[in-house]
């Protein structure tokens, strides 16, 4: 079991088995994905609850993107289970797709791609060349400064043993036009012919480019620079949020003017930058920089731009607050929405959380509406309502997530619950006018505090 010479055969016969590690919201629909290109699957998770939810055919990450796709237990080619010294004696490839967070003081978590690494090693057949390939988003260095060494302490040799590559995730939740299907890849490893029949393996799970790029360390970079670079430029947009309306110009403005430059890129101002990959990977980036000794000083600015957006809108909300005679103390206010990105239920890293806290802290109390989320997804410092139902009197609604429910508003119902009709757009996606011409003040990140207070 492993690679040898006819490995590129077996890929077209599909006679190779395929096991996927971490079957969360890049495992699952990458375990799919390979399964219906006719591969057999091995899939684990330690998640006794993510095992029997998926062997029952249920979605346990409630991702849109496998929901009704899971195949059935009793299908040969569709293998789950929760043990990875199971699995890999049956597999020819291992992918390893387990989270890469960061931990509290912002450095790189690397404890579940080690992990995962020493359970297959564990199992892995000698000599078998059983390919091993880390999916996570990590920095350059990671796969071979994490796994080398628990291949030394098992005697165990790359190239002989095993064959390590990396190919990274770029799966976009909630954006079925970026899905593992549909998404190009580049495959990083050490040995170019067992790269570039990876590359052969992987044509079957996207209908994208796939191409091989050279050690793994050129895989690994080019996964991290791509967040980074999303980052930073989202962090001017932010940046230039705060300093256009003390120039009394509405930052939007001037970046739609600014598009119309042919080689201008458009991103848009908000509250702050969630999810588990823009605001995770510029830290990866930094740390890798600082092991070298090389400053990554614009990667750290930007860094701090987009995580301190959440303290400068509540600035602004408090402002708008005090400037309408808002007795300190007794503000409340309306999130809508709570989720880091539209049309997904997922808290992670969300702005709205540091939002909250900064506003909790100015003695503001904070109400949630976030229709893709339950109570249980929220802290317990905010009050999760419906405000169409539920009490809420909030003086100013604050626009946190743009899903679709929002943007579909019955702005009148929702101004019939609050104290008054305020709204702050923090993704500058609703028609401010319109709301202005209905009666509501309208605010907005970006946008200079124009309306009468
Ligand atoms: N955001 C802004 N302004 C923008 C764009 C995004 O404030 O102009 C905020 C969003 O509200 C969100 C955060 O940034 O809170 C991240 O948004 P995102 O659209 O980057 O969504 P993610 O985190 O799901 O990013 C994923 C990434 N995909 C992978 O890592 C495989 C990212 O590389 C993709 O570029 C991104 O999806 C995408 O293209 O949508």
Known sequence: MGWNEAFTKSVEERSISIGIIGLGYVGLPTAIGFFDAGFTVWGVDISERTVSYINAQKNPTGDPEVEGLIPHASDPRWNITTKTQEAVPHCDVILVTVPTPITEDLKPDLSYVRNAGCDVFNAVERGSRTIVVLESTVYPGVTAQTWLPELEKRGLVNGVDVELAYCPERFNPGDPAHGVRQVARVVGCSSEEVGQDLVAMYRHLTSEDVRYVGKIEVAEASKVIENVQRDINIALV????????????????????????????????????????????????????????????????????????????????????????????????????????????????????????????????????????????????????????????????????????????????????????????????????????????????????????
Not at 246 to 265: C, I, P, Q
Not at 295 to 317: F, G, K, S, Y
Not at 367 to 379: F, M, Y
Request: aromatic share 8%; hydrophobic share 40%; proline share 7%.
């Open 238 to 453: 932010n940046e230039l949020a705060r300093i256009f309306p003390e120039l009394d110009l509405d930052v939007e403005d001037v970046l739609d003017a600014a598009s119309t430059k042919w080689n201008f890129h458009r991103y848009t101002p908000g509250v702050g930058v969630g999810g588990h990959c823009i605001p995770v990977d510029p830290y990866y980036m930094m740390q890798r920089a600082q092991d070298v000794g090389v400053p990554a000083e614009l990667i750290t600015a930007a860094r701090a731009v987009n995580r301190t957006m959440p303290q400068h809108v509540a600035q602004v909300i408090e402002k708008i607050l005090y400037t309408n005679h808002i007795p300190a103390g007794q503000g409340r206010v309306l999130f809508l929405g709570w989720s880091y990105k539209p049309g997904v239920g997922d808290p992670r890293e969300t702005p709205a959380e540091p939002l909250a806290k900064a506003l909790q802290s100015r003695n503001i109390h904070v109400s949630v509406w976030d229709p893709h989320l339950g109570e249980q997804d929220l802290p317990d410092f905010v009050q999760s309502v419906n405000p169409m139902y539920d009490e809420h009197t909030s003086d100013i609604a604050v626009l946190i997530t743009a899903h679709q429910e929002f943007l579909n508003l019955d702005w009148e119902a929702l101004g019939a619950t609050m104290k008054a009709k305020r709204v702050y757009d923090g993704r500058r996606v609703l028609d401010l006018d319109r709301l202005a011409s209905s009666g509501w003040e309208t605010f907005a990140v970006g946008m200079p505090i124009r309306n009468s207070m």
